[in-house]
């Protein structure tokens, strides 16, 4: 987590339940602002969705976003993360729904057999207050 500022660290942990506003561009330009439920692997912001959607075809078209994850007790206290796409995965994608499910409460989850992982390299992180 070395691109997050340290004071800034505690929004990614699981129990902090913060949601990512995450920015995506289709190959035209057009921009898209997804919230999303989303978990960290080491240095990497882990989301996910299903390829249906108009969120996938934009980060296959073109990988680099930018999100923001707001501290759910200060929305005025957030994180500003660009980064880049490097994995797009089935591969545990139900698995990590599911935890995704847990951790945000939601008993229903997203469900659905067609999930993917996206993995998120950090490349730049300002923490804004």
């Excluded at 990512?20 to 912001?45: E, I, R």
């Excluded at 882990?46 to 390829?51: F, G, K, V």
Aim: net charge negative; glycine share 6%.
């Amino acid at each position: 987590m070395s691109a997050i500022p340290e004071s800034f660290r505690d929004l990614l942990l699981p129990q902090t339940r913060a949601f990512v506003v995450l920015h995506t561009q289709s190959a035209d330009g057009d921009p898209l602002m997804t919230p999303m439920w989303f978990s960290m692997d080491g240095d990497m912001l882990l989301l996910n969705s299903t390829p249906t959607t108009r969120k996938h075809k934009n980060m296959l078209a073109n990988p680099n976003i930018r999100c923001l994850i707001f501290d759910p007790g200060n929305m005025y206290r957030y994180l500003d993360i660009t980064g880049t796409v490097i994995d797009i995965s089935q591969e545990g994608a139900n698995a990590h729904n599911q935890l995704l499910a847990e951790k945000y409460d939601w008993d229903d989850g997203t469900f659905g057999d067609n999930r993917v992982i996206y993995r998120v390299r950090i490349d730049r992180a300002k923490g804004v207050e």
